[in-house]
């Protein structure tokens, strides 16, 4: 009995998060096909999307919408970008410190120097991703995009053999990630 109740509740899980994935890009969709005819008619206030065209969002609440309603639509853009980021770099850190100071580094660490670790590991990445994002020619998708290419090359093959094979160890499963990505990342330079 506890298992079908569990089923239907999963099944009607999955019903709201798709429905609301649905919901979420066919907003997506529909801001772009606002734009796309906003722009056609107002072809002297493209300018700025058509060099940009990440901006699309952004510079049709600064067109269409009272400036007040404007800034809590942007304020909403950055509240997402400012949780997405606080959750990568605590994950970022979490994974370097637990997985790869604490096992290999230093095993007897003590929770408060695993503690400081952390912090730093969050510095680190923060400077890196700083510095990723320097550059001006980069776009957000692209950068996705390449993210996205890394994590599939180094895990996915550690997670398929991991699977099919019994006997793989840490030692190759770190081997893979790391060769894997650095696939990823040969692969994105060539």
Not at 3 to 16: D, E, G, H, M, P
Request: with cysteine; glycine share 6%.
């Amino acid at each position: 009995m506890e298992k079908n109740i569990y089923f239907v509740i999963k099944i009607k899980s999955l019903s709201y998060s798709m429905s609301w994935m649905v919901l979420c890009l066919a907003g997506t969709i529909a801001v772009g096909f606002f734009a796309i005819d906003y722009f056609d008619l107002h072809p002297t206030v493209a300018g700025a999307v058509m060099a940009n065209p990440e901006r699309v969002f952004m510079e049709l609440a600064i067109i269409l919408f009272n400036p007040w309603l404007a800034g809590i639509l942007l304020s909403a853009i950055l509240a997402a970008v400012m949780s997405t980021l606080s959750c990568q770099l605590l994950v970022c850190s979490s994974a370097l410190t637990e997985d790869l100071y604490k096992p290999f580094i230093k095993p007897k660490a003590r929770q408060r120097e695993l503690v400081w670790v952390g912090r730093a590991m969050v510095l680190v990445v923060a400077a890196i991703a700083i510095f990723i994002a320097r550059d001006p020619n980069n776009k957000v998708l692209v950068l996705v995009s390449n993210a996205w290419t890394g994590f599939g090359a180094a895990f996915f093959p550690v997670i398929l053999i991991s699977v099919l094979w019994q006997r793989i160890n840490c030692y190759a499963a770190l081997a893979g990630i790391l060769v894997g990505a650095l696939t990823g990342i040969d692969m994105d330079a060539i």
